[in-house]
C-alpha cells in the first residue's frame, strides 16, 4: 500500500521509483555516500615527499640590498612559498612562532600578484608595519601590498570595499578570523570570492580550527578551488562529513560508509586521522607544528589573600546574581565576567546612577531571564534566545521585554571601575618583584593594567601594543611591563621574556595557545618558559580548567599539540 | 546589551514569515523543508500563501510559515499527519501506513511534490498544561 502514495507522489514530479536515491540523498545522510564530490577527492594528488629548497627560494626572493649575512628561509616558510607558487594559494595551520609573518610578505611576490590585499587583525596592523620594514632588508617586497584590517572589512561602511579595490590576491593572516560564516566580514570575503573566484587566496592561522572541519572547509575552497579542494564541495554532503568525524556531534554519528575509499575508518578517532590526512597531503595544504622551541613551559598558580569585602561581593554575586552597586546579573556568562574583575579588586559602577524607572524595568527583564535560565529549557540557554522567544512569542513575559525596551534608550550606562580594594594586586606585584626578572603581566582589564602602572610605574602597553610614550611593546625588553591580553594575545614575538604573570587566566584554549606563544616561541633563549597564574576564586579556576578540556578538544581534532597540554603544570592552590 | 540595539523598531514578528494566528483559511503549499536550528534542532517547515482568510492580520496573500520541532514527542506525528492530509488521505490507519520516512524525505526534496496542493487550515488557540496559550494548526484536505 506504502507503494500507492510514494508512487503518486513521484509520479506528480514527474519521477519514478528508480529516481527515488538521487532524489532523496539531498539531506544529511546517515552515512557517507559515494559522490562524484568523494570520488574526485579520492582521486586528488597527494603530495610526495619532494621538499622545497629552502636555500633555493632563500636566493630567488632575497633583497638586493640584503647584508653579507643574509637571513635564512626556514624550511616550512620555503615549502609554503613553493606551494602558493604551484598551486596559486595555500591554507597553512601554521602553529604559534612557525614563521607566518614573512610567508605573508612574500606571497605576492611569489605569485606576482598586482593588486594584493594583507588582511590582518587591527591589533596587529602598527606590528606587522614595523616587522615588515625590518624584513625588507634581506627580503624582496612587493611594492603595492595594502594592509587592511578585519575590523575596517567588518564596518558597514566598508561592505563594497573588496568589490570597489578589485584585488587579485588575498592574503589572510590569523585566517581563523573568518572562520564563523555568519560574520559580516567573513560574507564579504565569501561574497567577492563567490563573485571572483580566480582571486589567488592564502591564510595562515596557528589556530585554524576549534570545533569542526565546517571552520575551514570554505577557507580550502578558497585557497585551492572547489575542483581541488580535499573536503566536499556541497553543504549537504560536508555536514555528513562532518557529524562523522568532528569531536562534538549532536544525535545519531552517520557511519564512514564511503570514506573507506580514503582510509581505514573503523571507528571515529580513525576516520578523523584519514581525513586528516587526506586534507594533510594535499597540495596548497600545509599542517605544520611550530618550530621547536627548546625550552619547557612552566605553569604555577597561586591564590591571593581575598580580602572581607571581595569575599562578600563574590558571594552576593554566585547566590543572588547581584554586582555591587545593585545592577542584577543574567547568566552565568555575566557572573563569570564580573567575578574576573572583582577577584582583582574592582567592580563597574554606573555614573551618572540609573533613574529608578530604567533600573527597575532592567531588573525586571533579566530577573525573568535568570529565572528561565535556571530552568535549563532545551533553546532557551542565553539571553538572546530568550529576548527571541518572547518576540516570537513563545514564551510568554508578562509584557517585561517589551517594557524593557519601550525605556532602555532613554539611559545610557556609562561603566566606571570603582576600587573596593587593591590588596590582590599589591601580593602579585610582591610576588613579581621577588623573582627580579623581566616579566610580563598579563591583565585582561585597563582598570588592572592602570592600577599596576600607578602602583609600580611599570609601562602598560594596550591600545596597538604600546605604552603612554607610544612605545611598542617589543622595543622594552629587559623591563618588566604590563600588557593587555586583548591587545598582545596575537602575533606579538616576546621571546625576549621567559618570565610571565597572569592576572586573569583566560577561560579559552585557543586562547593560551596564542598567549604562551608570545614567549615560547622561536628565539627564545631561556630553558624555561614560567606562567605565574593567579587564581583568586573557584569561578577562575573552573574557566582556567575549560581552558585544559578545550586544548585537549584541539589536540584530537587537528594533530598538533598545544602548549598548554605540554607545560608542566601545578593548579594546586 | 548591544544586542537589542534596534528593538524598538524591531517587528515582533521578524521578518521572516508570520506563523498562524487563530482563524480559518484556505491555503496553497508554497514549499515543505527541513532545517536545523543553531542548537541542532531539526524543524520540519511548512510554507503556505493564504487564499482565504476569516483574520484580518493574516490576508489574502501572506505567506506563513508553520513548524514542527522534530524531537519533541508529538513532532513527527503531526508531520505525518500533515503529509498525509495534503496527499488527499484521513483516515487514521491509512496514513499511519502509507506516510513512510521515504515520503517524508521525498516532501522536503529539492523536487518538492506538494507545492501547489491546497488546504483547509483550522487555527485554534489551546492552553497548555502549564499555562501557555498556543495557536494549533489542523490541517484539513480542501473540497469545493
Redesign the interface.
Known sequence: ??A???D???S??G?ARED?PE??S??EADEVMDTPDLRRIVGLPRRGEVEADHVQWSKLLRSKRAPSNPQMLRPLQAQALQEIYEKGGLLGAIRVGGGKTLITKLAPVVLKAKKPVLLIPAALRSKTIREFAKLDVHWKRHGNLKLVTYEFLSRPKNANYLTQYAPDCLICDEVHKLKNPDAAVTRRVSRYMRENPLTAFVGLSGTITKRSITDFAHLLAWALKPGYTPLPVKKEELNTWARCVDVKV??KRPKPGALAKLGPVSNVNESRSTVAKRIRDTQGVIVAQGEDVDASIIIRSWRPVVPPEITEALDQLRNEGVVPWGDTIADRMEVYRHARSLVCGFAYRWDPPAPPEWLKARRAWRGFVRDVLAENI??L?S??RI?KAV???KL?DGGRLRRW??I??SFE?NSVPVWISDLVLRQAIIRIQKAKVPTIVWVEHIAVGEKLRELTAWPFFHRQGRDHRGRAIEDARGETVIASIGSNIEGRNLQAWAHNSVISPLSNGLQWEQLIGRTHRFGQEADEVRFDVMIGDELVLDGFRQAFADARYQATLTSQSQKLLLADTDLTI | ?G??RG??D?D???TRNP?FLEGKYVVRIVSCT?IA?R???PFFIVESEIMESTNEELPVGVTVSTLYNL?KDMGLPNVKRFIGVA?G?TDPE?IK????E??A??????????TGVILRVNARKHVTKKG??IVVVDWMPYEN
Open positions: 500500500m506504502s500507492t502514495l510514494l503518486r507522489m513521484l506528480r514530479v519521477k527515488l532524489l532523496i539531498k539531506g549532536d544525535g532545551d533553546g540557554d539571553e538572546m529576548a518576540m516570537d512569542r510568554p525596551a519601550e532602555r534608550k550606562v | 546589551m544586542m537589542f528593538m524598538n524591531a515582533p514578528a521578524g506563523y527541513t536550528s542548537l541542532n534542532v524531537q496527499n488521505l491509512e501506513e502509507q506516510v513512510t521515504e515520503v524525505e521525498l516532501t522536503v526534496s529539492e523536487e518538492q511534490p506538494l501557555d496559550e
